[in-house]
């Protein structure tokens, strides 16, 4: 697919991974329309876009099935048609699932420290999948949609909900590559290892140390690595049903 003038529908715009993802499609002339819950850092986004491309943000909660079906319906009203989804926003909320000391349990993940994860990750991803692929059928136009895994699909020791979710995401990615190819819409998925974000700007020197030697490339990756992964698939229409491991080549 040729992303020029094309609407590329991005969760989780405003920062890291996905605002990386906004400025690669910019770059190829798409037109964007940003999903994130924070409306101050949404409105930075779009106006940091703006003088480049189309760009519209959307702030609303993935998690809300209403709000989900509302925003698809303005961003159809809004560009007439959908092109692409790239299904970015997550949440971490790690900790072990039960912890102990001499035999007696003195801790477990909490149902609430599940949940929250597997409702943004997975639910959201799904509520947003589902009605993008509507938006693109109804709208008449050919269509991608793009997961954002993680290497912790593959089980990672305090991320029950996290690996749960992701694992998931990877799985419905697959599932849809084969429902929606009749409609013309393909679907993949990218599961990034160790990336430089926020969260790993904080983490104390020799931690991030230790974790730079862990990946074989001896660095962590860069967000626009994980974009010009999601350009890729978008732009090869012989891509369908594949999860990306984009890794340095890291194994958990």
């Known amino acids: 697919m040729d992303v ?3 609407v590329v529908v991005i969760t989780g715009g405003a920062g890291g991974l996905g ?3 906004a400025r690669e499609f910019a770059a190829q002339g798409a037109k964007l329309a940003l999903i994130d819950v ?3 850092k949404l409105e930075r986004a779009c106006a940091d876009i703006g003088d480049s491309t189309e760009v519209q943000g959307y702030a609303f909660d993935i998690t809300d099935e209403e709000d989900v079906v509302a925003g698809f319906k303005f961003i159809l ?3 007439g048609q959908v092109n692409v989804l790239v299904n970015n926003a997550g949440i971490l909320y790690d900790g072990m699932l039960v912890k102990a000391k001499e035999g007696k349990v003195t801790d477990r993940m909490s149902f609430e420290q599940f949940q929250a994860v597997i409702n ?3 639910t959201g991803s799904f509520l947003c999948g589902r009605e993008a692929a509507a938006a693109m059928i109804e709208s008449e136009q050919a269509g991608v949609i793009v997961n954002i895994s993680s290497l912790a699909k593959a089980g990672n020791i305090g991320q029950t909900n996290y690996s749960a979710s992701k694992a998931g995401v990877a799985a419905m990615s697959v599932g849809w590559a084969k429902e929606l190819a009749r409609y013309n819409i393909r679907s993949a998925a990218v599961a990034p290892g160790v ?3 926020e ?3 904080a983490m104390k020197p020799e931690a991030l140390a230790r974790l730079e030697k862990m990946v074989p490339v001896g660095r962590l990756g860069q967000a626009e690595e994980i974009a010009s992964t999601v350009r890729f698939i978008v732009e090869n229409d012989y891509v369908n049903g594949r999860v990306f491991e984009i890794d340095g080549g890291i194994r958990i």
Do not use: G, H, P, S
Request: charged share 40%; glycine share 0%; proline share 0%.
């Open 4 to 6: 020029k003038d094309k």
């Open 199 to 201: 969260m790993t700007a």
């Open 77 to 79: 009203e809004d560009f």
């Open 19 to 21: 605002f990386a993802m």
């Open 120 to 122: 943004v990750n997975l």
């Open 38 to 40: 924070d409306q101050d």
């Open 195 to 197: 990336i430089e974000t």
